[in-house]
């Protein structure tokens, strides 16, 4: 049997957590939650999760510092993160990209548009 995959949300919102959670755990992901930067990054680093969500408009470390902190650390690098905002501009997904993310998902979201991405990123 395989291991469940483990996958960390980042969001200040506990609404769209828990409703992340309940979605991610129906498909039998494994969930941790952080509620700001700084708790995301410490526990990125202790539980080494599948795959990140985060937020880019996060308290204490915003989502942009976050990934390029977990993406240009050698240790980290490979963990997929998708960047899940209400910002859509052009700017903010290309220095999403710059600083390492890969995907950018516009919140409002569609569910099977994330799960889809999710699963195309854990293959």
């Known amino acids: 049997m395989t291991a469940k ?3 960390l949300i980042i969001d200040d919102e506990e609404d769209l957590r828990k409703m ?8 039998g992901y494994e969930v941790d939650e952080a509620v700001d930067g700084s708790e995301g990054l ?3 680093r202790g539980t080494n999760p599948d ?17 390029r902190m977990l993406k240009f650390d050698e240790k980290y690098k490979h963990m997929p993160i998708i960047m899940f905002t209400a910002r859509a501009q052009k700017e ?10 890969d ?3 516009t919140k ?6 994330l799960l889809a991405k999710i699963k195309e990123l854990l293959v």
């Open 5 to 7: 995959k483990r996958i």
């Open 42 to 44: 410490d526990k990125a």
């Open 51 to 67: 795959l990140i969500i985060m937020d880019l408009m996060l308290p204490k470390i915003d989502g942009f510092k976050l990934c």
């Open 108 to 113: 409002p979201f569609e569910p099977v548009v």
């Open 20 to 27: 992340l959670r309940f979605r991610m755990e129906a498909m």
């Open 92 to 101: 903010d997904i290309q220095l999403g990209r710059e600083m390492g993310a």
């Open 103 to 105: 995907a950018h998902i």
